[in-house]
């Protein structure tokens, strides 16, 4: 089993950067892919970027060159660098390991 928790949400005006943390529990995530993913109101879960155990990076069109997705296996964290915040990346931001495993989400706000 696999415990998920992020954090690092918040309200950041349009510009600005936020960093997700993704920490996991319950086992090391160090030879997962790990995703990001996100949800806004009304809209489907949809794909961020993820890690892999070897640290290649994926990122979604909309995303690229503004977020920056990174591991630390040592405290076994996920992190979300975000920067060039614009409205439309409001939304529920989520973790994932393994398919399964999701955490709870943290509420990312940005406002014009």
């Known amino acids: 089993q696999v415990q998920l928790v992020e954090s690092g949400g918040g309200l950041v005006q349009a510009g600005g950067s936020l960093r997700l943390s993704c920490t996991a529990s319950?086992?090391?995530?160090?030879?997962?892919?790990v995703g990001w993913f996100r949800q806004a109101p009304g809209k489907e879960r949809a794909f961020v970027a993820s890690?892999?155990?070897?640290?290649?990076?994926v990122y979604a069109d909309s995303v690229k060159g503004r977020f920056t997705v990174s591991r630390d296996n040592g405290k076994n964290t996920v992190y979300l660098q975000m920067n060039s915040l614009k409205p439309e990346d409001t939304a529920v931001y989520y973790c994932?390991?393994?398919?399964?495993?999701w955490g709870q989400g943290t509420q990312v706000t940005v406002s014009s």
């Open positions: 994932n390991v393994a398919v399964n495993y």
């Open positions: 319950g086992r090391s995530i160090s030879t997962y892919t």
């Open positions: 890690i892999s155990w070897s640290s290649s990076t």
